[in-house]
């Protein structure tokens, strides 16, 4: 048994580590009661809770199925192994004038950890999630079944697995259509803003001209939702450019370093620089896109006790309603976080059955995980997703209760249970799921 944690570092479990020699190598025997007998895939642990943790059972590592097969540049399309990184692929994929269409806030993910959460990016409105870009996908399942999977062939196991959160079988090769970049910088603009009002007007006017758009939002300035607003759009380049080494946090400090002060001090510096930014300038799209890669291992400042991820999206135009209120909560708690991104959504739909995007508002924020107190303000929180219709990301929650999760995915259960492996399991399955 190897103890395995998951980024937000809440749980550490026990878990049995099979990681197959090649795409070729048959999974291992379900045997036992559940949980202990059944399988999980693992790509790089950057799930922030519980759904890359398969306690007591097997975890498929894919680390060993890091090949790039083939690149297509006519048809715009690679093929790769499941267990690639978006930062090795992507760094190989701009030299030749090529991007992945969507990444999340990390590269530090595999291709198939990408899929099995149907990530988004900052461009939503024009490119939607990850998944809208998967073209073909080999699924290995428990009992020895390959399905090949795509819009037209196992249509339902393809719809299942992107967003599926691992839970349909191990991913072990994909092909992906890609985009064509000009080159490895974002021509950038920050625009400060002082409500949620000048938010909203900053991203209804951004959204036509400006590929890419997204918020900080300083939550506990008491000023009524201030923060800097980010756009930018992809500038000729002849040079590809790559961004420095990063730094490293090299161990866990004894107690969080995240407290109310440091996080007064962070947010009043960060807003106070990023403001000073008047002009468009260029930037890497390594620290444009992943800021918190600069860092590896930033885990760790939150202490022994890990912190939680809470990502929501509410819908509609009356979603802004619900951040509001999530923001007069957050701040009458007490609480805050170094990290309050906020950003809209589009129409594009997902092919993925349990897809988290939806048209609305999406914000995430970082919390120390401070026990009751910190439940208190998640249960308060909660309440106002569920008035508003919305829903939490799968690939980010730790805790959510079940009625929530019901409420925000009920309609595509039924039909996501038909696709599941039964030899497949998680923590997060089993606390929402119930399987």
């Not at 937000?8 to 580590?17: N, S």
């Not at 890091?66 to 297509?72: A, E, P, R, V």
């Not at 897809?355 to 303000?377: E, V």
């Not at 919305?390 to 925000?408: H, I, M, N, T, V």
């Amino acid at each position: 048994m190897v103890e395995f944690s998951s980024w937000g570092q809440l749980y550490k479990a026990p878990h049995r580590l099979y990681a197959p020699a090649h795409r070729f190598s048959p999974l291992p025997s379900v045997t036992g009661d559940p949980p202990g007998g059944k399988l999980l895939p693992w790509g790089n642990g950057r799930s922030y809770g519980d759904a890359c943790l398969n306690s007591h059972g097997t975890l498929i590592w894919s680390a060993f199925l890091d090949s790039i097969l083939d690149i297509d540049p006519a048809a715009g399309t690679v093929r790769v192994e499941a267990g690639v990184l978006l930062r090795d692929l992507q760094r190989l994929l701009v030299t030749r004038g090529f991007m992945l269409p969507v990444t999340p806030g990390t590269q530090e993910i595999t291709v198939g950890g990408a899929i099995a959460s149907d990530v988004h990016c900052k461009n939503h409105h024009r490119f939607g999630t990850f998944g809208c870009h998967v073209l073909s996908f080999t699924l290995l399942r428990s009992d020895g079944q390959i399905l090949e999977c795509s819009p037209d062939s196992n249509s339902g196991y393809f719809r299942a697995t992107i967003g599926g959160m691992g839970l349909t079988g191990f991913v072990t090769e994909a092909t992906l259509k890609l985009r064509k970049v000009s080159g490895s910088l974002i021509r950038a603009e920050y625009h400060k803003f002082a409500s949620l009002d000048e938010f909203c007007v900053l991203a209804r006017d951004s959204g036509k001209d400006y590929e890419h758009t997204v918020a900080w939002t300083d939550c506990i300035s008491g000023s009524g939702g201030r923060g800097i607003f980010m756009r930018g759009n992809h500038e000729d380049d002849p040079k590809v450019r790559f961004a420095g080494r990063s730094l490293g946090f090299p161990f866990t400090p004894p107690v969080s370093l995240v407290n109310g002060l440091s996080l007064r001090m962070f947010n009043a510096v960060y807003y106070w620089l990023n403001s000073r930014k008047s002009k468009p300038f260029l930037i890497n799209y390594d620290k444009f896109f992943y800021p918190l890669d600069a860092v590896t291992n930033w885990n760790r400042i939150y202490g022994p006790k890990g912190f939680y991820q809470y990502q929501c999206v509410v819908p509609g135009k009356d979603g802004m309603e619900a951040v509001r209120e999530i923001q007069k909560l957050i701040s009458r708690s007490g609480e805050g976080s170094f990290l309050g991104v906020l950003k809209t959504f589009g129409d594009m739909k997902s092919p993925g059955i349990l897809s988290f995007p939806m048209p609305g508002f999406t914000y995430a924020l970082d919390f120390p995980n401070r026990g009751t107190k910190t439940a208190k303000l998640f249960a308060d929180l909660d309440a106002v997703v569920r008035n508003a219709g919305g829903r939490l990301y799968l690939a980010k929650d730790a805790r959510q209760p079940r009625e929530l999760f019901e409420a925000g995915y009920g309609s595509s259960l039924e039909e996501f249970a038909r696709y599941v492996d039964p030899g497949f399991s998680s923590d997060l399955s089993r606390r929402l799921m119930g399987f």
